[in-house]
């Protein structure tokens, strides 16, 4: 196999016209300017250059060589320039998932925020929950996620992943305006035994995180009307028909017609993000990672200065 490093020395001694000017603009010895071209006639298995008095000549076979030197330096100094540029983040893509509330919030504050420091990083961004995340994750069709479980639910997450703790996300009982409980600033779970439910389908890991909560608190929720989206969810219980659960992500925009209120022992879903366990981790995930963290501490900080407030 040729060896790239002498076929840039051969280049060299082509466009100097001997072996001492080569040396020179490589800052080698004449001798292993002179060692580097032997070298690659024996790996060539033919004579490159022919010596003479007045300097050095190519042979038909090096100029052949040579050109091709041309055009294998040039892709070597591109690739050197590409993996320099996604090193400095001056390129590249990165793949983002998410789950619909955190896509709501947290992402699009995180993709702003990056994209404001590395434009020349290319974003795209899927939905999906956490379980197809894990697959997508193991598939390559992703780079990092946005993914959540509960601790009595830790099933919702696929196993081998690498998990960066973000937030708790706390739920609240969602409840119409005027139901006779709206007036209490806190609730248990069990004073929501006998109400008609609102939750999200079985797609949703939200529906088996609220399933677990109400078993736990001593009853199995009656569930009449399913919903994903979280404003359909709330529209539905201004409307009457039924109460529900929601995480804090989902109701940063409250409908007119509900009330939230906290719950004894709030329960708390975790959010995480995601990356496959072991696998290569680019610079664009690793900024896009400690900006999640960064955009996730700004919502524990408004959390707080809302509850003191």
Excluded: K
């Excluded at 109400?195 to 999200?200: D, G």
């Excluded at 009449?224 to 039924?242: H, K, P, R």
């Amino acid at each position: 196999m040729l060896d790239v490093r002498r076929m840039r020395v051969l280049r060299e001694v082509a466009a100097r016209g001997s072996f001492s000017a080569a040396a020179e603009a490589l800052s080698f010895t004449q001798s292993a300017v002179s060692q580097h071209v032997a070298a690659l006639e024996r790996e060539a298995g033919t004579q490159l250059v022919e010596r003479r008095r007045s300097g050095v000549r190519l042979t038909e076979a090096g100029r052949v060589l040579v050109g091709h030197a041309d055009a294998i330096l040039a892709r070597i100094e591109s690739a050197e320039e590409d993996l320099a540029a996604l090193a400095g983040l001056r390129g590249g893509r990165l793949r983002l998932m998410s789950f619909q509330s955190g896509g709501a919030t947290l992402a699009p504050r995180a993709v702003a925020a990056f994209h404001e420091r590395h434009p020349q990083v290319e974003l795209s961004m899927l939905e999906a929950e956490p379980d197809e995340a894990g697959e997508r994750l193991r598939a390559g069709d992703v780079d990092l996620a946005l993914v959540y479980d509960h601790e009595s639910t830790p099933g919702l997450l696929a196993p081998g992943l690498e998990l960066c703790h973000l937030l708790d996300d706390r739920y609240d009982a969602i409840l119409p305006a005027d139901h006779e409980l709206a007036g209490r600033a806190r609730l248990s779970l069990a004073d929501l035994a006998g109400e008609q439910w609102v939750a999200s389908t079985s797609l949703c890991g939200c529906r088996q995180i609220t399933e677990t909560m109400c078993r736990e608190a001593g009853f199995e929720p009656r569930v009449a009307f399913e919903a994903d989206d979280t404003m359909a969810a709330q529209a539905l219980v201004a409307a009457g028909v039924g109460v529900a659960l929601l995480p804090e992500l989902a109701l940063t925009t409250l409908h007119p017609g509900v009330v939230a209120r906290r719950l004894v022992n709030a329960p708390a879903r975790r959010i995480w993000a995601a990356r496959l366990e072991g696998a290569y981790a680019s610079p664009a995930s690793d900024a896009m990672l400690q900006t999640l963290e960064d955009v996730a501490e700004e919502f524990r900080e408004a959390r707080l200065e809302l509850a003191a407030s």
